[in-house]
């Protein structure tokens, strides 16, 4: 197979999927992760695909991928990490959980739990956790985003102030290098926000392809959670920036 034609299949298969990693195109190909890599680059220096670490994707810094697609991506590393996390959450606790498919998998690793207390604007979550008798589930009030389940709004806000939790679990979009925390819903932000500011300890759950991830509104930094929990190592600026700020980081 040459080059152009492989790179094309490549384009075609990220505008299918909306991400593709690394490991699954060199599978797929047969080829080495060098010479994938060097494909990508070379499709992102023409503008065809934007290049993440561990993959690419063609997406815009506007607007999310479709929940559907969010939903099955990296499904494994998103249960590693789920089932890692929920270690550190114990029976009777207090919890927020925030908006995303990262935040709906640790949700379901949380049934074995006894006694939760939780606070969401995740209509998901809720459904999730609606099932456990033991569990106290409140749904935050405000809009409904139809293409996701998600609760956002100044009275999501004003929902949130109400309480203070035990933990703070919150999923991201994107993680720039300098450790800003991205997403694309400037008031699903403000709710997150919130939900950090309201929290006695924030876990934030993120899988490698959120590194470099691009979206266009900062919702705080890497450094205000306690714990961050992924799937491989991030960078030595990133490390760093976690090292610095006391930030423990849980590699699954």
């Keep these: 197979m040459t080059q152009r034609r492989r790179q094309d299949l490549i384009l075609e298969k990220v505008q299918q999927a909306g991400f593709v990693t690394i490991d699954e195109l060199v599978e ?31 997406e815009s810094s506007t607007q999310n991928l479709a929940y559907q697609t ?48 939780v606070v969401t604007n995740n209509l998901h979550v809720a459904s999730i956790l609606s099932v456990k008798e033991d569990f106290t589930v409140i749904v935050a ?19 949130i102030n109400q309480f203070q939790m035990d933990f703070g679990i919150i999923g991201i979009s994107g993680i720039h290098s300098d450790g800003t925390l991205l997403d694309y819903d400037y008031r699903e932000v403000r709710v997150a926000q919130t939900i950090i500011a309201n929290s006695r300890q924030v876990l934030l759950a993120a899988d490698h392809t959120k590194f470099g991830r691009n979206a266009m509104v900062r919702l705080g ?32």
Excluded at 85 to 108: C, H, Q, W, Y
Excluded at 141 to 159: K, Y
């Design 221 to 252: 930094s890497i450094t205000q959670a306690d714990h961050f929990f992924t799937d491989r190592r991030p960078t030595a600026e990133i490390c760093q920036l976690l090292t610095d700020n006391q930030v423990a980081l849980h590699i699954v």
């Design 70 to 117: 969010r939903k099955i991506m990296e499904l494994e590393a998103k249960e590693k990490i789920a089932r890692e996390l929920v270690k550190m959450i114990p029976d009777g606790a207090s919890l927020f959980i925030n908006i995303g498919t990262t935040t709906e998998t640790i949700a379901r690793a949380l049934l074995n739990h006894r006694d939760l207390r």
């Design 141 to 159: 009030g405000g809009e409904v985003r139809s293409r996701d389940g998600g609760i956002v709004g100044e009275a999501t806000r004003d929902f």
């Design 28 to 58: 797929h190909f047969k080829v080495t992760p060098q010479t994938i890599r060097r494909d990508l680059n070379q499709l992102a220096n023409e503008k065809k695909l934007q290049r993440h670490h561990g993959g690419a994707g063609v």
